[in-house]
């Protein structure tokens, strides 16, 4: 069997768990859509774990890989990621939901045929498990039928939104002089990066009485790298190292620094000249 990351064309440094120390060593890239914004995005899975791709590089760089020298000094690094989330958009589409209709009853194997991505296909074993917090099920024989449920998806939401509220002062300790409102809103806007704005992030916003506009402002701060899917390690939806505040301080830093004024400097010929004077 190949490995997973033949077909790369140039080698690139990925920062991940080894699939070989805690499980069968089995991983792959898959291209899916990004819960978002749809567009193609690359995940790494492995031993059954889901995980996305982020992408940092500096101005000036390269990697020293064994006896090979990679110019490209960007590292990729996978970290997991919830596959509820990357589910979502696609258990919304296929319950057909109209009008005050909860819509239809699928089975995993019809939600998951989603043409031109046969990725999915792989995270079916995985969908029967995490997709049973945020969906109806119903079973008839041997055959489990999954249908998305609102309330528990928002019941879901809730959830991750005080987990992550929880988590942020003990990230950065700056939190720690904010209001509650404000974490709270940067919590809603971090889960944001990965819900569509109709139905999910509008309705989580209106239950937590956040303006809308407010968490996308602050979503707005962080960088998504777009790359096509032919692109090192076929990422195509990478967030990038440094957000834009950060690149905002660099460029004022950069404008505060005044020219050096240089005081009794020479030019090099004078000094000489005034060298053979002293000899002659």
């Given at each position: 069997?190949?490995c997973?990351w033949?077909?790369v064309?140039e080698s690139r440094l990925l920062i991940?768990?080894?699939?070989?120390?805690?499980?069968n060593g089995?991983?792959r890239l898959?291209?899916?859509?990004?819960?978002?914004?749809?567009v193609?995005?690359?995940?790494?899975?492995?031993?059954?774990?889901?995980q996305?791709?982020?992408?940092?590089?500096?101005?000036y760089?390269?990697?020293f890989?064994?006896d090979?020298?990679?110019?490209?000094?960007?590292?990729?690094t996978a970290?997991p990621?919830?596959?509820?989330f990357?589910?979502l958009?696609i258990?919304?589409?296929?319950r057909m939901?109209?009008?005050?209709?909860p819509g239809?009853?699928?089975?995993?194997?019809e939600?998951?045929f989603i043409s031109?991505y046969p990725?999915?296909?792989?995270?079916?074993?995985?969908a029967?498990n995490c997709?049973?917090?945020?969906?109806?099920i119903k079973e008839?024989?041997s055959s489990?039928?999954?249908?998305?449920?609102?309330m528990?998806v928002?019941?879901?939401?809730?959830c991750?939104?005080?987990q992550?509220k929880?988590?942020?002062?003990?990230?950065?300790q700056?939190?720690?002089?904010?209001e509650?409102?404000?974490?709270?809103?940067?919590?809603?806007?971090?889960?944001?990066?990965y819900?569509?704005d109709e139905?999910w992030?509008?309705?989580?916003?209106n239950?937590?009485?956040?303006n809308?506009?407010?968490?996308?402002r602050?979503?707005?701060?962080?960088d998504?790298c777009p790359?096509t899917?032919e692109s090192?390690?076929?990422?195509?939806?990478l967030?990038?190292?440094?957000?834009?505040?950060?690149?905002?301080?660099?460029r004022n830093?950069k404008?505060?620094?005044?020219?050096?004024?240089e005081?009794e400097s020479?030019?090099?010929?004078?000094?000489?000249?005034r060298?053979?004077?002293r000899r002659?």
């Open positions: 069997m190949g997973w033949e077909g064309d991940a768990p080894d699939p070989g120390a805690n499980g089995s991983a898959l291209s899916l859509r990004h819960p978002k914004s749809g193609r995005t690359s995940y790494l899975l492995s031993n059954g774990l889901l996305e791709l982020h992408w940092f590089k500096q101005s760089g390269s990697w890989l064994g090979y020298v990679s110019k490209d000094g960007s590292m990729y970290t990621i919830d596959p509820v990357i589910m958009p258990f919304e589409e296929a939901k109209k009008g005050d209709d239809k009853f699928r089975q995993l194997d939600i998951l031109d990725g999915y296909q792989h995270l079916f074993s995985i029967e997709m049973q917090v945020v969906c109806e008839i024989g489990k039928f999954f249908r998305l449920d609102d528990k928002m019941a879901w939401l809730y991750k939104v005080c992550l929880q988590t942020l002062p003990a990230l950065d700056n939190y720690a002089a904010r509650e409102k404000d974490t709270l809103a940067d919590a809603v806007s971090i889960l944001g990066e819900l569509k139905p992030l509008k309705l989580l916003c239950h937590f009485k956040l809308s506009l407010e968490t996308k602050i979503a707005s701060d962080f998504v790359t899917i090192p390690v076929g990422c195509s939806s967030s990038q190292g440094k957000n834009t505040s950060e690149k905002k301080t660099a830093l404008q505060a620094k005044k020219a050096k004024v005081t020479r030019n090099i010929k004078d000094m000489f000249t060298a053979s004077r002659n």
